[in-house]
């Protein structure tokens, strides 16, 4: 344990905070099947201009099980981050960059979770 979070001094910073929010929001959107509709990536949709899905795609699931997976890699994808020093901008691409391949590369996925 690092001795900042010892003696009590750990304060997260907003990246941090804001990355815990994003898989909380993951496994809390589970929940809701209006909330995976609105937010899966739907090719025919994104092709009507609904650009928000290249990257609130990630964020959906088919099950809790796949949703808990997915946290634990982005976490892990955080951690690489931190290391390169830039945990928000390598998880955003990441995401935006799985988006696109599925778009571009994958002509066939219709619907993405």
Same mark, same amino acid.
């Given at each position: 344990?690092? &001795? %900042?979070?010892?003696?009590? @001094?750990?304060?997260?910073?907003? *990246?941090? +905070?804001?990355?815990? #929010?994003?898989?909380?929001?993951?496994?809390?959107?589970?929940?809701?099947?209006?909330?995976? &509709? %609105?937010?899966?990536?739907? @090719?025919?949709?994104?092709?009507? *201009?609904? +650009?928000?899905?290249? #990257?609130?795609?990630?964020?959906?699931?088919?099950d809790l099980a796949h949703a808990i997976s997915d946290v634990g890699t982005?976490l892990l994808l955080c951690r690489v981050g931190r290391r390169w020093g830039?945990?928000?901008?390598?998880?955003?691409?990441?995401?935006?960059?799985?988006?696109?391949?599925?778009?571009?590369?994958?002509?066939?996925?219709?619907?993405?979770?």
């Open positions: 344990m690092p &001795a %900042a979070i010892a003696r009590g @001094r750990y304060c997260p910073r907003g *990246g941090d +905070i804001l990355l815990c #929010l994003i898989a909380m929001a993951s496994l809390l959107v589970q929940m809701s099947p209006s909330a995976l &509709a %609105a937010l899966e990536f739907s @090719r025919p949709l994104v092709e009507r *201009g609904q +650009i928000w899905r290249l #990257l609130t795609g990630q964020l959906v699931h088919f982005f830039r945990v928000l901008p390598v998880v955003l691409m990441s995401g935006v960059t799985v988006g696109l391949s599925i778009c571009f590369l994958a002509p066939a996925i219709g619907i993405y979770r």
